[in-house]
């Protein structure tokens, strides 16, 4: 495709259930991002992939909070027995990861708005 | 401590006043540094980039600038519309590393 595709867009889970988040990143780009935005807040970082390099998992809030990615492909994002506090929205960006080139730029996607009842 | 410090958090600003966010960095070496709009509901998408040889750039209403000694960043927007409101997020890209986001200034802009 053409940007980032995410999905799905919007998903409505009951408290203690297991949630699937997808993350299309753009072909070619070896670098994946995960951010989560609560509510009137700012960007928090979960999880970081570049290439077959080991991911830095540190903003992971949780051990019910887990994600893959296979090489530069699909990555997904699964939040186990959900709780309330999980309820955000969640980002994904990709961006070639050439970082020493001056157009380097992170592609976002639409975003997976999370609610849990 | 993040790399990328935005300011304010939060601000409600005046129809057709004008407004500036600003963008501390500590990344270093640097390449480039971009910020994003956010529409509710939406994707953030580009909206100015800067190297490190660039002071200023403009976009329509927005304009950014840079100061890359004292590693710091400005948004200013002008006439400020209701369509403004928004996140706006500032994304530095250090040589050879990862991309270092901001979390964002939330604008709301009132009738």
């Known amino acids: ?117 | 401590k993040n790399q990328v410090e935005q300011s304010p958090q939060s601000l409600i600003i005046l129809e057709g006043k004008n407004c500036t966010l600003q963008c501390n960095y500590t990344v270093s070496p640097f390449s480039n540094l971009r910020w994003y709009k956010q529409d509710t509901g939406r994707g953030p998408v580009s909206l100015t980039i800067m190297t490190f040889s660039e002071n200023t750039k403009s976009n329509g209403r927005y304009t950014a600038t840079l100061d890359a000694d004292t590693k710091q960043s400005s948004l200013h927007i002008t006439a400020s519309q209701l369509s403004d409101s928004a996140s706006y997020i500032c994304v530095v890209s250090p040589r050879n590393n990862r991309l270092a986001f901001g979390k964002g200034n939330q604008v709301v802009v009132i009738p």
Do not use: M
Request: hydrophobic fraction near 30%.
């Open chain 1, 1 to 117: 495709g053409a940007g980032v595709s995410q999905s799905p867009s919007n998903k409505v889970t009951e408290k203690g259930k297991d949630v699937e988040l997808r993350c299309d990143p753009i072909s070619g780009h070896t670098a994946l991002y995960w951010y989560r935005q609560r509510l009137g807040q700012g960007l928090e970082f979960l999880i970081y992939f570049q290439g077959n390099s080991a991911p830095d998992k540190s903003g992971l809030p949780s051990d019910r909070f887990s994600a893959e990615r296979t090489g530069e492909s699909v990555s997904t994002l699964t939040i186990q027995r959900t709780q309330q506090e999980d309820s955000a929205v969640y980002l994904c960006a990709s961006s070639s990861g050439v970082e020493a080139a001056s157009h380097t730029e992170a592609f976002f996607g639409q975003g997976t708005r999370l609610t849990v009842v």
